[in-house]
Nanobody, 125 residues
Framework: QAQLVESGGGSVQAGDSLRLSCDVSRRTFVNRSRAWFRQVPGQEREFLASITWSDDTRYYSDSVKGRFTISEDSAKNTVYLQMNDLRPEDTAVYFC??????????????????WGRGTQVTVSS
């Protein structure tokens, strides 16, 4: 059973930073690209960042490029999302996901076959 478990969410002020973590089961971590998405109630899930399993290529959405950074620790099977200069519009539930795919298709949620349950991030002005 694939498993992804997010942590690190919370309530912060605008301008603060947070680092989200996603612990991935070993079977899911190997040969799968990893990504972060977020979702606001009533809206579609939004791609944020991904890292490709074969060559570590990273993709970012324009909305977070320069503020958010995706990284991973392969020894711990953990994927991180460092979020700086947080804004109220970053308030959402954040999900990590895993995909057998590579390339720009990783920017679409349909490329992913495993998802975590999410962690809430709330940014106050």
């Amino acid at each position: 059973q694939a498993q992804l478990v997010e942590s690190g969410g919370g309530s912060v002020q605008a301008g603060d930073s947070l680092r989200l973590s996603c612990d991935v089961s070993r079977r899911t971590f190997v040969n799968r690209s990893r990504a972060w998405f977020r979702q606001v109630p009533g809206q579609e899930r939004e791609f944020l960042a991904s890292i490709t399993w074969s060559d570590d290529t990273r993709y970012y959405s324009d909305s977070v490029k320069g503020r958010f950074t995706i990284s991973e620790d392969s020894a711990k099977n953990t994927v991180y999302l460092q979020m700086n200069d947080l804004r109220p519009e970053d308030t959402a539930v954040y999900f990590c996901a895993a995909s057998p795919n590579r390339g720009p298709s990783l920017m679409s949620g349909t490329s992913y076959d495993y998802w975590g349950r999410g962690t809430q991030v709330t940014v106050s002005s």
